[in-house]
């Protein structure tokens, strides 16, 4: 090249332009590199600061980070829309608008292919012409493919790739993209959380913390519906099952309606337990139930179990400890119209069972006919106690007529044994002082932590518990509220 007469200047800019669109220039470099004593010293600088300082956005080379925000973001943590703003160059071909509708379904797997940027442009020289934005991941050198140029052939468009300057703004962004920029390098970036409601619910790592009033605002800017962002900042508490939370963008008005499986529920996020992860377990154990079926939820909650089953037309008896769970219990019953077929409880769950629950089924298993065949399910979902109010069953008819059946408790637990099922029931059977060795099942109803499963064991208390008197020498076992 040098004896061709070209000038170092000339060369400087003539390989500045071909790094912008061509993929070979690192080979002429390594070229020119293979002739150390040819190459004045001066040219070799020249050329080593213009190809180390070239600008990202030059670079027209499939890129995963091409729509990453700028790394300038990195460590923020007051939200800085303004600090994402960075420009890319992308490839547009200049199309005449009446027939840029025919043109992008034959091009669409070479379109731009990012939700939230326009593919089709004003072509600022053109009033008659739009620039239609590809992808650069499909043109990484600027130069279309044979069947992208047969597509133009058709539509008499010269197969001229053009470099557009694309203004990427903090809206540009994903979720996922933002915290994955802003956070250290390295760390565990969670954009998942849990609606409910109009509220956004996180539980927060420790690496986490610094940011969590910026991770608040970006979740409210990306997620329409969301005007309130909370951070779970204490484990939940075994007697009301509500948790301390921190308000970290939004609005600290934290009642809110959700709906889950065709039901609607007001409640008070901040003094009430809701888990919206729990819809599909509400529902699998509704399905069970029959029009007319007997339904005893020990623990309620505001009435995910209780409402649906009364809606399906079956007698329920509903308890909470949590005054306020009562009190939203109370008003879902009036909100979804079934306040005259749920009898609501204030009670402590043993006291529950000990009380309302040895009454109607010291009445109800008797009243059993061949043509009335009530069944009489017990739900416990109080997974970190559940299995220790099992011993309240311990000899509850003991003295009373048998029925012609039984009911099936349905108790949730949580357990971080390598066997869950398995540990899960062998509590159990400890907690009733008996064996439910082919009497039960178990099933698996979510991941909680890592090692930790939430399972629902469920199955008929056997008579002998239900009905056997108490030897002399057995005290009954008081379990924590």
Known sequence: LWRFGFSARLLKTNHFRTAASNASFPAVWMLLAQYPGRIPGSFVKVQRNSFFTMPETIEGKADPELYSPPPRVRGMTQLDREAFK??????????????????LKPLKHTLLQRPGLKRVIEDPDDENSRLVMLDPHKIPEFSLGGSEQEVLKQFNIPPVVSKYDL?????????????RAVLPEGQEVTSGFSRVGHIAHLNLRDHQLPYRYLIGQVIIDKNPGV????NKTSIIDSTYRNFEMEVLAGESNLVTKVKENNTTYELDFSKVYWNPRLSTEHGRIVELLRPGDVLFDVFAGVGPFAIPAAKKKCRVFANDLNPESYTWLLHNCKLNKVGDKIKAFNMDGR??????????????????????????HIVMNLPALALEFLAAFRHLLAGAARGAALPTVHCYAFSKHPEPARDVQQRAEASLGASLHARCSVHAVRNVAPNKEMM?????????????????????????R
Not at 86 to 103: A, C, F, H, N, Q
Not at 456 to 476: I, K, T
């Open 456 to 480: 629902c064991l469920s199955f008929q208390l056997p008579a002998d518990v239900l009905y056997g008197r108490p030897c002399p020498a057995e005290g009954e076992e008081q379990p924590e």
């Open 86 to 103: 960075r420009t890319i160059v992308v490839p547009v071909l200049k199309v005449k608008k009446e027939i840029i509708g025919s043109l």
């Open 227 to 230: 005007t309130s962002v909370v």
């Open 167 to 179: 203004e990427l703004t903090y809206e540009s962004f994903k979720l996922e993209e933002i915290l």
């Open 351 to 376: 006291d529950f069972l000990l009380g309302p629950v040895r009454e109607e089924l010291s009445k109800g298993l008797l009243l059993q006919t061949e043509e009335q065949k009530p069944s009489f």
